[in-house]
């Protein structure tokens, strides 16, 4: 690549994360509903011609704002994960740590509600729809790893569940408790103080009910270092305070 093509090639790419980071202040004024092309445009100071040189559509902005965010955030859970010794402190270090983010940045599960809804998933573009699916593998292949080892090293006994069943039950409570705090009316419904704390229980309880070696972790422990290490990592900005 010469010397001139590469200098496009960044310059590029720094517009579109100048972008990403407009849009998403925006988002969080107007929602995705009253999101205007043209108003991004004007906030940027760019023609709306060039943001749709970067975006083919309002959809795939909103893809892209997701996808930005968690190819932030899950080399970080990973490496967060990876520094616990048993497979059951890493699993549920991978899934405090997706909750603790989302419930200092709650703005990111937004993005990400409206980003896989059918109305805008079918309407993005195959290119941006491929970039959410290959961290979407990301994850999946993360979870097989921790599971994977939990059976070789005799924590989890694979009776108990396939990696699909598994997943299926954590993805569950991390959206159930993302819906609950997102949410005036289910919150008021149920008289939650602190979905997140019940999610930690919870999460400790379902561990314990498939038997996932050793019974009884305590999971308090684990997320505080979590958050400790998103501290570390500045993860979640000023949200977490």
Known sequence: MSITADRRKREF???????LAA??????????????????????????????????SKEDLLLAMSAQIHAEVMP????????????????TAFCLGHAEVTRRDPESFRIWQFAIAHSVWMRASEDRREAVERLDDRGRRSLQSIVDDAVATGDLD????????????????????????????????????DAY???????????DTIRWQPVGADADAVYQRVCHELDAAQIGGANHA
């Open 158 to 193: 694979p009776r108990c569940g396939s990696v699909g069943e598994i997943g299926l039950s954590l993805f569950s409570f991390l959206l159930g408790t993302y819906t609950v705090t997102n949410e005036a009316k289910p919150s008021r419904m149920f008289r939650i103080e």
């Open 13 to 19: 790419q720094q517009r579109e994360e100048l972008i």
């Open 197 to 207: 704390e019940l999610l930690r229980r919870n999460l400790a309880l379902y561990l």
């Open 76 to 91: 970080v859970l990973e490496r967060i994960a990876a520094t616990f010794r048993t497979s059951r402190d890493r699993i």
């Open 23 to 56: 849009a998403r202040e925006m988002f969080e004024k107007v929602g995705f509903l009253n999101l205007k092309m043209a108003d991004l445009a004007r906030a940027v100071e760019y023609s709306t011609g060039t943001l749709y040189q970067h975006f083919a």
